[in-house]
């Protein structure tokens, strides 16, 4: 998040969204197939839709708190 300095104030300035974003995740990931999440280019497809879904999910803290993600990062990809 780019505006916020501090990663605890970013946790805290996420934490109402939090559920929501939690949520879209696992039904997103829910309905993918091994198909769509293997590669770079299907690793990449879902970085791009997620980033893209929490992008509007921030849009509505809007007035609130100026939150701008910047990326999408994965620190464990596992695909089962």
């Known amino acids: 998040l780019e505006g916020i300095h501090e990663e605890k104030e970013g946790q805290e300035h996420l934490a109402p969204y939090k559920a929501a974003m939690k949520s879209w995740l696992i039904g997103h990931l829910s309905g993918k197939s091994l198909k769509d999440v293997s590669g770079t280019a299907g690793v990449k497809r ?6 893209e ?3 509007e999910i921030l849009a ?5 708190v100026h939150l701008v993600l910047k990326e999408v990062l994965f620190t464990e990809y596992v695909v089962q």
Do not use: D, P, T, Y
């Open 60 to 64: 509505s803290a809007h007035g609130k």
């Open 53 to 55: 879904k929490f992008e």
């Open 46 to 51: 879902l970085q791009r839709e997620i980033f």
